[in-house]
């Protein structure tokens, strides 16, 4: 029996949706964080670096902490070896899949690696993959067990309320920012808006605000 079903007061008991959405959150702001900060001591100077619209969230990072924790819960207490080499594969293979995503979906092109050595089809690299197996012993044997207890103390009632508003919101907010990136590509292409919806977004959200926001977008063909 475990310690949700003794006390009937822990949240988000165990690797369950509550406890994932709330991982996704804490680690897509302190991801977009983090590279926000590594931009600008790479001499890129001050970069947005969310995934959308409104706040500071990036959806690769939470997705990524998301998918260790899935995936690498089950060996957090095996070797560091064990945890770097999965942490590797899984995420080069999720880095891949992201760059695919985004460019059919979205047609849009957010990093570029062909110019570094050893990447594979200018989507990830093996120094990144490095980087990833290092994130995941960082994340399994270090932040994650401090996190998961904290997140198990908020009050059950509160936790499953604030949860549910957060995943609208980020729907709302994804969608949003779909569209918009939707219509920016549409309209490097010289595609005149045909409805309310199109009208909209290219009121709000044009060149110049979505340039803005992600200046190193490229849109591809």
């Known amino acids: 029996m475990n310690r949700g079903q003794k006390t009937g007061e822990v949240f988000a008991d165990g690797v369950c949706f509550d ?5 996704f959150f804490l680690t897509a702001f302190l991801g977009a964080l983090i590279e926000t900060v590594f931009c600008y001591l790479n ?9 959308v619209l409104y706040g500071q969230c990036s959806i690769v990072w939470g997705f990524g902490s998301v998918l260790l924790t899935l995936v690498l ?6 070797r560091i070896g064990t945890v770097f080499l999965a942490g590797a594969v899984i995420g080069g293979a999720y880095e891949y899949t992201c760059s695919i995503v985004s460019e059919l979906v979205l047609g849009t092109v957010f990093w570029d ?10 989507r990830t690299n093996v120094q990144y993959c490095f980087y990833w197996g290092a994130l ?13 207890r904290v997140i198990e103390k ?3 009632f509160s936790g499953k309320a604030v949860t549910r508003l957060l995943v609208m919101a980020m729907l709302c907010n994804s969608v949003l920012t779909a569209g918009a990136m939707i219509r920016y590509g549409e309209r ?11 009208a909209f977004l290219d009121a709000h959200y044009d060149d110049r605000r979505m340039e803005e926001r992600w200046p190193n977008m490229r849109i591809v063909e």
């Open 73 to 78: 819960h089950r060996v957090q207490h095996k």
């Open 136 to 148: 995941a012993v960082l994340w399994l044997k270090v932040l994650y067990p401090p996190m998961e």
């Open 154 to 156: 908020i009050p059950p």
């Open 188 to 198: 490097q292409a010289d595609v005149a808006s045909s409805n309310r919806i199109e």
């Open 113 to 122: 690696y062909s110019d570094m050595p050893l990447n594979i089809g200018g």
């Open 19 to 23: 406890k994932l959405v709330w991982v």
């Open 43 to 51: 001499g890129a100077g001050w970069m947005n670096r969310s995934s």
